[in-house]
């Protein structure tokens, strides 16, 4: 008989209730509960300081859940359970009481998994046996929690979407590296709420922060193994805890990560999470047990109708949670609950949103995850971001979800690469993206802010790889580089990675200063990767998922001064003028117009020629058609855009019912112009390049 079966249950065990699920403490002891379908006994498994176990039956069974309360338990007490049930894989049960598990609804989660073969549920050679080695030396304990933080006088900045700015940013990434941050803070929620950060974050004119997953997440055994981690974070274990490791040395992540949010809000800067309910942590059938496939495998996961002991993967990731199922519903909706209600979050983006949205036999959209989100009365009133696409079949769903979301367009970025690569016919979706993508979005109701503009984002090229390199360098990732995509629609201009060239520099630069100019002069909202507008690198790495150093942390000291001023300008520009910010999408009654560089409206053969490489978007500030918060008409500056990717010599001439305007220059990302002088007839210029005219008459109005 092992040590831990030696602590027997406490006599002051009462029968408690089955609800809440998780750990409840209520100031005089806690209530547990769990889910499980099939279990047949459930064993609460509580640690001493020591890491001695003590075991409780959980005695009592509502319907599907088991429970029980411990007087005289409290806030700190680490615990797991252990479930006695079917083995079964060929039928899709993996329960095996020797595999501690996670609480499903843990709200505070500490340790890590090991990468040792314990945590295993089947026996390393034999996937069919049971494995009845004791996984608790190996994997990580839950822990009882209270519920107290002075939010004071919090309020959420709640940035209309056709205001928001979007920035995606990883915590310890972030400021890992950051000179004016003392070191014990650096890459921590502490780190975040630091002066020197949001002072970045309010000089910039980011609005809103897309914190990559800080869910509790664990890293695959395959990477630990070979001295790498899982960095970005994308493999959940706990849908309710904050991630430990992103708190100082000592400290409590719940409390600290709540500071860290109420700092932000001071600034007046939203806080999104970007979560990851499409699969877990534990792989495929060849995975660890650490928590769903251990309580009911069956229930929680989607499993191959022909295998069961094999799971449906729409993810890539081996597994994917299955959303048909209530259970997985209620456990979804009373996670993105809890960080709305707990930790005052302003809104999410869903990773892989599409396999959330597959049905009961994996057909598209047609699940009911889409329908409980929009009838929440407190999900549904905040930012909903998808992520509209998974690697199953008919995944591709841009475009496709309902009103109250915004999307990741992947149209946007993939039109924008091909555009200033010099592609070929390549004009006319560029101006569709730039006009907010209504051919995807303006179906149903919904407006501009449906398309979530990026070029980069924390899965492929930083944005200065993307002017770098033509090739992925993924070799540190232990892969052999097969890893990370080979369509990246890049252009190195010249040489592969650095170079001291400096007319292959000064282009690379100009191409990234193009860049930004369209994303932040798109109508939708605009979305930047954090560094970007410092020009960070990660050495043509696209895929550094699992490299914690400096291949991922943004270089502070080596930042991009001109970068970050163009950055800034831009975002200032786009602030000032509501042009820019449309509430709807254009009606085409002069609101916009579209102009060749000789100066004559773009025909339907201009939009479709394979030498057609520079486009003029005229936006009227005067026939925005929409109405400010005291309900007058909004009106603004007009302004002339023109967007060229053709390399060399090419002359401007404005339209023939615009030249007799005066205009001035706002934004010349070729540096030929200087910001704020006069332009007269036509313009020679040096492509690649974004100018961007003002008219004269609201001079007083320009961006600082």
């Known amino acids: ?46 640690f001493d300081d020591a890491g001695r176990e003590r075991r409780v039956e959980m005695l009592e069974r509502t319907g599907y859940r088991w429970h029980c309360f411990l007087p005289d338990v409290g806030p700190g007490t680490r615990y ?64 009882v929690t209270h519920p107290f933080f002075d939010w004071g006088h919090d309020r959420p900045p709640r940035v209309p979407w056709h205001d928001t700015v979007l920035y995606e940013l990883h915590v310890k990434g972030f400021t890992a590296r950051h000179p004016a941050i003392p070191p014990a803070l650096r890459g921590t929620y502490a780190g975040l709420a630091h002066p020197a950060a949001i002072d970045h974050l309010v000089r910039l004119g980011v609005t809103s922060v897309e914190l990559m997953p800080i869910h509790t997440f664990a890293s695959e055994p395959h990477l630990v193994r070979r001295g790498l981690v899982n960095y970005w974070g994308y493999n ?77 993967d729409f993810t890539g990731c081996g597994n994917t949670l299955d959303a048909t199922q209530p259970h997985v519903l209620q456990l979804i909706m009373d996670s993105l609950r809890h960080w709305v209600e707990e930790f005052h979050v302003d809104g999410f983006r869903f990773d892989l949103a599409a396999a959330l949205a597959r049905g009961e036999h994996g057909a598209a959209g047609l699940s009911s995850f889409l329908d409980v989100v929009q009838q929440d009365p407190i999900v549904s009133r905040v930012k909903l971001i998808a992520e509209p696409w998974d690697i199953g079949w008919d995944g591709y769903h841009v475009g496709r979800f309902p009103p109250h979301w915004s999307e990741w367009n992947g149209k946007y970025r993939d039109a924008t690469r091909r555009f200033w690569r010099g592609d070929p016919g390549s004009v006319g979706e560029l101006a569709t993206r730039l006009a907010g993508s209504a051919d995807l979005y303006a179906n149903n109701g919904r407006r501009p802010f449906a398309s979530v503009n990026f070029v980069t984002a924390h899965d492929g090229f930083t944005l200065r790889d993307l002017v770098s390199y033509e090739r992925k360098h ?69 895929n550094a998922y699992c490299l914690d150093d400096e291949t991922s942390w943004v270089d502070w000291s080596g930042r991009d001064r001109a970068l970050l001023e163009h950055a800034r300008s831009l975002i200032a520009l786009r602030r000032a003028h ?34 057609v490489r520079s486009l003029g978007m005229h936006l009227d500030g005067l026939a ?32 023939r019912a615009l030249a007799s305007d005066e205009w001035f220059v706002a934004l010349d990302t070729s540096g030929a112009r200087e910001e704020g002088g006069t332009v007269h007839g036509p313009l020679a210029l040096e492509g690649p390049l974004v100018l961007v005219l003002q008219q004269v008459r609201a001079r007083h109005s320009l961006a600082p």
């Not at 092992?2 to 809440?20: F, L, M």
């Not at 193009?514 to 696209?542: C, W």
Request: charged share 25%; proline share 7%.
């Open 578 to 611: 509501p042009v820019f910010r449309r509430h709807t999408f254009f009606r085409g009654d002069g609101d916009v117009a579209w102009y060749r560089h000789d100066g004559a409206p773009m025909g339907e053969h201009d939009w479709t020629t394979s030498h």
């Open 474 to 542: 993924n070799e540190r990732n232990g892969e052999e580089n097969r890893d990370g995509s080979n369509d990246n629609r890049s252009d190195n201009h010249g040489v592969e990675g650095p170079t001291d060239d400096p007319k292959v520099n000064a282009l690379r630069a100009r191409q990234q200063r193009n860049f930004l100019a369209t994303i932040f002069l798109s109508q939708g909202v605009p979305l930047l990767l954090a560094g970007d507008e410092m020009g960070r690198t990660q050495l043509g790495n696209n």
């Open 236 to 312: 959940t274990i706990g849908y309710f805890a904050p991630h430990a490791g992103y708190a100082r040395r000592g400290a409590d992540p719940i409390s600290e990560l709540k500071s860290a949010i109420k700092a932000l809000h001071e600034a007046r800067i939203e806080v999104l999470l970007d979560v990851v309910y499409n699969h877990t942590g534990e792989g495929d059938h060849r995975g660890p047990t650490l928590c769903f496939r251990g309580f009911d495998n069956a229930s929680y996961y989607r499993l191959d109708p022909q295998n069961p002991s094999r799971y449906q």
């Open 80 to 143: 797991g359970y252990r479930v006695h049930g079917p083995w079964d894989p060929a039928r899709g049960h993996r329960c095996n009481p020797q595999k501690l598990l996670l609480d499903p609804y843990a709200k505070s989660i500490v340790g890590a998994v090991a990468a040792a073969t314990e945590t295993l549920g089947h026996r390393e050679h034999d996937e069919n046996a049971r494995d009845d080695r004791d996984s608790a030396p190996f994997v990580p304990r839950s822990v």
């Open 624 to 655: 925005i058609g929409a109405r400010d918060a005291s309900g007058a008409p909004l009106v603004g500056d007009s302004f002339y855009v023109f967007f060229c990717a053709q390399r060399g010599p090419i002359e401007l001439r404005l339209p």
């Open 1 to 46: 008989m092992n040590d831990a079966r030696r602590h027997s249950a406490p006599a002051e065990s009462r029968p408690g209730e089955p609800e809440p699920l998780g750990a409840t403490w209520d100031g005089t002891g806690t209530n547990f509960c769990v889910f499980s379908d099939v279990a047949e006994r459930v064993e609460l498994c509580l």
